[in-house]
């Protein structure tokens, strides 16, 4: 016997049990990943345990092993998570009591309330995700959850799943408009799924730290941190050498590791941000839009350099000395700006200050060759006296003809960072190249610090956005020149100029699929990742980034000159109103069109029901009328006469009296009492 044949055999009820389960399943399968080990293990477990019971018609377990386990998964989320409280608690919690749940499905009341948490963690994936793959994932769960609620109202017979598919496929139909004006209408003060979360770790591959040696790791993350869209022609968009989107500024080292200065009460602290921004725009404007991936950090993602504040949506942002933009408060969903940038800037103190010593300290101990080599080049008479622009391009030299290589994989560094890089390895990530050199670069005296953040971008020829990825998390330099500032430095590109001229970054290794299908069509794979993510972005764009903003610019679209959340609740409510009276309307001609005669004869055998008679539906107005004489004798003489009539009129030639008089003679018939 075929899987097909087993489950056609199986009683109604255990089949309707195991499409409920699948549709949990796929549910809660997405949540996976949010979820804690045990809970997806018991919940798991549970769920298969219930499948069994229901293909082998076992019982279900008592109560008092559902309350025991209640316990347990209670039990788990306080010890986990530390309260019940709060979305990961919560989403914790609600899975372990939809799975605990199916174990009491006795009657249609445990039914409902599967159904209700059904569609709450459903709605929960949106918690963690609001990507497009998640809306689909969960419109094909909202179909399952609507076709097993649709079973549990059909209980006779076996109705095939294919019409249980179309009840519930119609039913989202028709209530899509109004799902459709809600998310349109609706007032909202924040974008759509402003919850933030709870875990602020960075998801980007930007940090305030850098330790050398772990950003060739974010070359393997191909997902994308920022998308743009630049105005006017073409011709007006910078080339790719000249996207530098400025992240964390590093200035402290202490052998191993880079750190943006965190705020400090000290007046170490206090001499450094005392250093003046002073930043000066000159040439062409730059105008463009971000969306900008959630990275669960306050940093904003704008070109060099950006003199004005991007315009955020209910967030307000702030320029660090160090010309880093930042938010009040982390990123945790999509974001959408607008900003102005100005490829030719200048910023920084032009003449020396006692504060720019800071960004010449090394920690003592660490990186003698480096530092005996500094002393090395000072010794050159060139050199003696060089400033800082000359002693540049002699470190640059260096790594143009010195046999340095870029790669993804330079092995494990030790102890001494950059003495490794300079005198043994000799090759590396952009990390270890920008830290090797600004390690030379400060032991030479002269003030020098890291900038990390994004370099270059791909433009997507479907959608005409730009897309950067994660995997172009770059690091530079910035040297400080007299009369210039501060300079910006790229020490990778005199290593590998293809990575900042013609941006040919490093590639991850594909695996065996994408490299069969990249051999027998090149650019197959670049055309579908194109397509799919210029439908990703267009959800971005339209869906979660569907802000009051764009509501109120929909309103006056309209023809409202000055719209305001108001206006916009009146014209969802006139909507609904719209609808709920068209709805009764279709009601209403929905129910002209069934027979009026059938309908006045349920409502006879309605009162016959109620007077203590209960006649099946399919017994005709004749056999009514002997049941009615033998049930309730002479004093129901004008109730069969009544029922016999009803029947002339419907069979009769030509029948004596009209439907409107046995309905008005209805309403006067002495019907028997209970």
């Known amino acids: 016997m075929?899987?097909?044949?087993?489950?056609?055999?199986?009683?109604?009820?255990?089949?309707?049990?195991?499409?409920?389960?699948?549709?949990?399943?796929?549910?809660?399968?997405?949540?996976?990943?949010?979820?804690?080990?045990?809970t997806s293990v018991l919940a798991g477990g549970l769920l298969l345990w219930?499948?069994?019971?229901?293909?082998?018609?076992?019982?279900?377990?008592?109560?008092?092993?559902?309350?025991?386990?209640?316990?347990?998964?209670?039990?788990?989320?306080?010890?986990?998570?530390?309260?019940?409280?709060?979305?990961?608690?919560?989403?914790?919690?609600?899975?372990?009591?939809?799975?605990?749940?199916?174990?009491?499905?006795?009657?249609?009341?445990?039914?409902?309330?599967?159904?209700?948490?059904?569609?709450?963690?459903?709605?929960?994936?949106?918690?963690?995700s609001q990507s497009l793959l998640t809306a689909a994932a969960?419109?094909?769960?909202?179909?399952?959850?609507?076709?097993?609620?649709?079973?549990?109202?059909?209980?006779?017979?076996?109705?095939?799943?294919?019409?249980?598919?179309?009840?519930?496929?119609?039913?989202?139909?028709?209530?899509?408009?109004?799902?459709?004006?809600?998310?349109?209408?609706?007032?909202?003060?924040?974008?759509?799924?402003?919850?933030?979360?709870?875990?602020?770790?960075?998801?980007?591959g930007l940090s305030g730290t850098m330790r050398v040696g772990e950003m060739a790791e974010i070359a393997l993350d191909e997902r994308v941190a920022i998308?743009?869209?630049?105005?006017?022609?073409?011709?007006?968009?910078?080339?790719?050498?000249?996207?530098?989107?400025?992240?964390?500024?590093?200035?402290?080292?202490?052998?191993?590791?880079?750190?943006?200065?965190?705020?400090?009460?000290?007046?170490?602290?206090?001499?450094?941000?005392?250093?003046?921004?002073?930043?000066?725009?000159?040439g062409p404007a730059v105008r463009y839009e971000v969306t900008l991936e959630p990275q669960r950090q306050p940093w904003l993602m704008v070109l060099e350099a950006t003199p004005d504040a991007p315009q955020l949506p209910n967030m307000q942002a702030y320029m660090t000395q160090d010309l880093q933009w930042m938010t009040t408060r982390p990123i945790t969903e999509v974001l959408r700006y607008q900003a102005v940038s100005y490829p030719q800037f200048r910023h920084g103190p032009q003449q020396a200050v006692q504060q720019l010593r800071v960004y010449t300290e090394l920690p003592t101990g660490f990186n003698p060759r480096t530092l005996a080599l500094a002393a090395q080049m000072r010794t050159d008479p060139a050199l003696a006296t060089a400033n800082a622009?000359?002693?540049?391009?002699?470190?640059l030299q260096r790594l143009r003809t010195g046999g340095y290589s870029y790669t993804l994989d330079p092995g494990v560094y030790g102890e001494?960072?950059?003495?490794?890089?300079?005198?043994?390895?000799?090759?590396?990530?952009?990390?270890?190249?920008?830290?090797?050199?600004?390690?030379?670069?400060?032991?030479?005296?002269?003030?020098?610090?890291?900038?990390?953040?994004?370099?270059?971008?791909?433009?997507?020829?479907?959608?005409?956005?730009?897309?950067?990825?994660?995997?172009d998390a770059h690091a530079w330099a910035e040297v400080w020149m007299e009369g210039r500032g501060w300079v910006r430095v790229d020490p990778t590109g005199a290593i590998a100029p293809n990575r900042v001229g013609a941006f040919q970054r490093l590639r991850a290794p594909q695996g065996a699929l994408a490299t069969a299908m990249g051999t027998l069509s090149p650019g197959m794979v670049q055309n579908l990742r194109a397509v799919w993510e210029a439908v990703n972005n267009s959800w971005n764009q339209w869906v979660l980034n569907y802000t009051q903003k764009r509501q109120l610019d929909l309103l006056k679209?309209?023809?409202?000159?000055?719209?305001?959340?108001?206006?916009?609740?009146?014209?969802?409510?006139?909507?609904?109103?719209?609808?709920?009276?068209?709805?009764?309307?279709?009601?209403?001609?929905?129910?002209?069109?069934?027979?009026?005669?059938?309908?006045?004869?349920?409502?006879?055998?309605?009162?016959?029901?109620?007077?203590?008679?209960?006649?099946?539906?399919?017994?005709?107005?004749?056999?009514?009328?002997?049941?009615?004489?033998?049930?309730?004798?002479?004093?129901?003489?004008?109730?069969?006469?009544?029922?016999?009539?009803?029947?002339?009129l419907r069979y009769a030639p030509s029948p004596a009296t009209e439907l409107a008089q046995l309905r008005s003679a209805f309403r006067s018939l002495p019907w028997p009492q209970p």
């Not at 996207?243 to 400090?264: I, K």
């Not at 622009?389 to 470190?395: D, K, P, Q």
Request: aromatic letters at 10%.
């Open 416 to 471: 001494h960072t950059a003495d490794e890089f300079w005198f043994d390895r000799k090759e590396g990530f952009c990390e270890h190249i920008a830290s090797a050199f600004v390690v030379l670069m400060r032991a030479l005296d002269v003030p020098t610090r890291i900038v990390t953040g994004y370099q270059g971008g791909e433009r997507n020829p479907v959608d005409g956005y730009w897309t950067v990825r994660n995997a």
């Open 227 to 282: 998308r743009l869209r630049f105005e006017g022609a073409p011709t007006d968009v910078p080339p790719q050498s000249a996207l530098y989107f400025r992240g964390p500024v590093m200035t402290s080292f202490d052998g191993r590791q880079w750190q943006a200065e965190p705020f400090r009460e000290d007046s170490a602290w206090a001499a450094r941000v005392a250093v003046p921004a002073s930043l000066q725009v000159s």
């Open 138 to 204: 969960m419109l094909v769960a909202l179909l399952g959850l609507l076709m097993a609620l649709v079973n549990a109202h059909m209980p006779v017979g076996r109705p095939p799943l294919a019409q249980a598919f179309r009840m519930a496929g119609t039913m989202a139909l028709l209530g899509a408009p109004i799902m459709v004006a809600l998310f349109m209408l609706f007032p909202r003060m924040a974008p759509l799924w402003g919850m933030p979360g709870e875990n602020l770790t960075g998801r980007s």
């Open 557 to 648: 679209a309209l023809g409202f000159e000055s719209p305001s959340w108001q206006d916009l609740t009146t014209l969802l409510g006139t909507l609904v109103l719209a609808a709920a009276l068209g709805g009764m309307g279709w009601s209403a001609w929905e129910r002209s069109q069934h027979d009026p005669w059938l309908r006045l004869l349920a409502r006879a055998r309605q009162r016959l029901a109620r007077a203590g008679l209960a006649l099946p539906d399919n017994l005709p107005p004749r056999a009514m009328a002997q049941q009615v004489q033998a049930h309730f004798g002479a004093p129901a003489q004008r109730l069969s006469d009544w029922l016999l009539q009803l029947e002339q």
């Open 389 to 395: 622009e000359t002693l540049v391009n002699a470190v």
């Open 50 to 128: 219930r499948g069994w019971l229901a293909w082998a018609g076992r019982p279900l377990p008592g109560r008092w092993t559902v309350a025991v386990l209640l316990v347990v998964a209670v039990a788990g989320t306080l010890l986990t998570h530390r309260t019940i409280l709060g979305r990961d608690a919560g989403v914790t919690l609600i899975v372990m009591l939809l799975a605990l749940k199916t174990l009491e499905l006795r009657a249609r009341r445990d039914a409902m309330v599967v159904f209700f948490l059904g569609f709450f963690t459903m709605l929960s994936n949106f918690f963690f």
């Open 2 to 38: 075929t899987l097909r044949q087993t489950l056609a055999s199986l009683p109604r009820d255990a089949r309707d049990t195991l499409f409920l389960l699948f549709v949990i399943v796929w549910v809660i399968a997405p949540q996976v990943s949010n979820l804690p080990v045990w």
